[in-house]
């Protein structure tokens, strides 16, 4: 099955065991982040309330799913040093944290031997996988998402996801560099 725009927010509230997040790009150029983006390389500062109008949906969202048992989980592959992007991410992941979501970074040369998907991506029980596609530049492309329900698709992210798990380092104790 593949559709070309699947309902994130649909697929989450659906989700009854678990929905993992893969990322792997240094730079995200996504445009309802630019703003808050744009702030942090001025002056260093990020919006880490909980209950700012940026982050009160996701926080929302994550904390309605979590509440139902859900586990949410995201894993980052990511180049080391870290471009300002990453420390962008890192700054604001304590909401993440905050929100539910169990965060784990993994440097990219720590993954070199895993086989990973060309695309980052959201798995939901184990049972859908929905691809995130981005240009170069780190906007979305289109189409923007993919969702593939097919055994062996799903079983190779699944592979994927718990491979970099397994050698990833939890937020808390993950440093920059």
Sequence with gaps: MSLSRPNFEELLEAAQHSAVHLEMRDVYGVGDEADD??????????????????????????????????????????????????RYEHAGADVNVHAGEQVRWLPRRDAATLLLPGSDLWIFDSASVMFNHFGGEGDWAEPRMELRSEADVVKQCVDAFEAVWERATPHGTYEIR
Excluded: H, N
């Design 37 to 86: 983006f744009d702030e942090w390389k001025r002056s260093g500062r990020r919006d880490t309330d909980p209950g700012s109008p940026y982050w009160a949906p996701w926080v929302g969202l994550i904390g309605q799913a979590t509440a139902r048992g859900v586990v949410v989980r995201r894993a980052r592959v990511v180049s080391e040093p870290v471009t300002d992007y990453i």
